[in-house]
């Protein structure tokens, strides 16, 4: 079975927090050299702290995504990887958490499996649950427009 991978359903508001703190990060040494006539030695120090933070908040941004391979959920989040074995999962559930998951927006699902959950944002969830059912047929529609092993 070919693997599918799925991008992060991003919200506005979010993008444009992460976007924005970014630009403001990067702009704090350009705003220390013009309008504070700040030496070129503080400027490198504020430089050393606040771009790399920028560049991490992008890294992040634009690097989460859900890939669905034959048996097996990977969640890229960054620089890490989470490996979940599809025969594991119990059930999935829509849920609007606001706990910290690698997901970009509040339109989430909660994905439960043996040993833990994990929550994820799919930009398009009814193509997720389609290939989910196809590798797990177990997997039948709920009640809440998730999915549950019967």
Known sequence: MISTIFTSKIDFWLAF??????LLLV????????YNNSSVRRIIFISLFTIP????????????????TADTLLVKNGFSTQSISLKDITNITP?????????????????RYEGGSIVIS???????Y?????RVPALKTDDNNGLIKR
């Not at 702009?27 to 013009?34: A, D, G, K």
């Not at 799919?122 to 997720?128: A, L, S, T």
């Not at 389609?130 to 196809?134: G, M, P, R």
């Open 95 to 111: 849920t609007s958490s606001t706990l910290s998951a690698p997901a970009l927006s509040l339109d989430r699902i909660e994905i």
């Open 53 to 68: 933070t920028a560049l991490l908040l992008l890294v992040l941004f634009f690097n989460i995504k859900y890939t669905l």
């Open 27 to 34: 702009l704090v040494p350009v705003w220390e050299w013009m």
């Open 130 to 134: 389609h290939a989910i059912q196809e």
């Open 122 to 128: 799919p930009k398009d969830k009814d193509r997720f």
């Open 17 to 22: 927090l992460i976007l924005g703190s970014s």
